[in-house]
């Protein structure tokens, strides 16, 4: 386990998957990362590399070739080099391999910074194409923290609130696969309130919102967070059931679809870096 600290927060991130499975803020001593209790959901924050969701029939075509993959890829499972560790930050790689090329035939270096910087955790995910050839991928997040924050407070008591109102569909799933049609979920509005209810089926997937932040907050309480997504294409807002949890996840890319074609290049979402090339996005945490 890596361990990053600084006056007001210590994190800790493990290398298998280069997952975040700790996250506190030392002035008030709270947890902000789920303890991945596998009787609900045994993870914390892993990365989604190199799809996002799942795959119709877990499968995807690219040059006249049929390659299988899980849902939200591999990265998580691979155990990832330090290339760099200091007090406040470190810095995560995976590397293409033939292991990964026999599921995923391109060559890629990922490398994911973690940095502490007074009451926030910032994450940088970097793509570096290092083949001849356009790499085609998604990435993104799936960190879970906790609610409630205090102890005296209740799931329900807690609503994310958009730095903007927001006018979007939710977009249902499908055994883990996107529907055709979306429905209305946020008619200028900017708050979701919680419920354990509200992720009875699935998770809520968002298209494209006009904010790049939201704040996890109650009413009732002083401990939550704002979370800073900008530049990220779709949300993913989702909790196992009956879960003491939120993840609030920033995407690039998306499942598929449940009419795809199954065609990598034509997949919605999917992101194409020239060979030589390197693709970045951040997403950040403020803890309060």
């Known amino acids: ?18 997952e975040l499975q700790s996250l506190v803020h030392k002035q008030h001593a709270t947890e902000y990362i789920w303890k991945g209790d596998p009787a609900y959901w045994g993870k914390h924050s892993p990365v989604l590399f190199p799809i996002v ?14 390659y299988s993959l ?30 990964t090329r026999a599921v995923f035939p391109f060559s890629f270096v990922l490398n994911i910074y973690y940095t502490l910087q007074e009451a926030s955790l910032s994450v940088r995910y970097e793509v570096i194409n290092t083949g001849d050839a356009l790499l085609y991928f ?48 946020l008619n200028n509005e900017t708050e979701i309130p919680l419920s354990k209810p509200l992720f009875y089926e699935d998770a809520i997937v968002l298209k494209h919102p006009r904010s790049a932040s939201v704040v996890l907050k109650s009413r009732h309480g002083k401990r939550g967070l704002n979370f ?13 059931k009956d879960a003491p949890f939120v993840c609030i996840e ?5 499942a598929d679809s449940i009419h795809h074609n199954q065609k990598l290049i034509e997949k919605e979402g999917i992101l194409r870096l020239e060979a030589n090339e390197t693709w970045e996005r951040s997403w950040s945490v403020d803890c309060f």
């Open 250 to 254: 920033p995407w690039s890319g998306i």
């Open 228 to 240: 800073h997504f900008g530049g990220f294409s779709y949300l993913g807002i989702w909790a196992a």
């Open 138 to 185: 998604s990435i993104g997040g799936h960190p879970a923290f906790n609610v409630p924050l205090e102890p005296a407070l209740h799931y329900e008591d807690y609503a994310l609130v958009f730095e903007q109102p927001e006018t979007l569909d939710r977009w249902p799933l499908q055994n883990g696969l996107i529907s055709a049609e979306g429905v209305p979920f």
């Open 53 to 66: 969701g799942a795959l119709k029939d877990d499968v995807y075509e690219y040059d006249h070739r049929r």
């Open 1 to 18: 386990m890596i361990t990053l600290e600084n006056d007001l927060l210590r994190a800790a991130v493990h290398p298998k998957g280069a």
């Open 70 to 99: 899980p849902r939200h890829g591999f990265a998580r499972d691979h155990v990832f080099s330090i290339e760099r560790q200091e007090h406040a930050q470190a810095i995560f790689q995976l590397r293409s391999s033939p292991e």
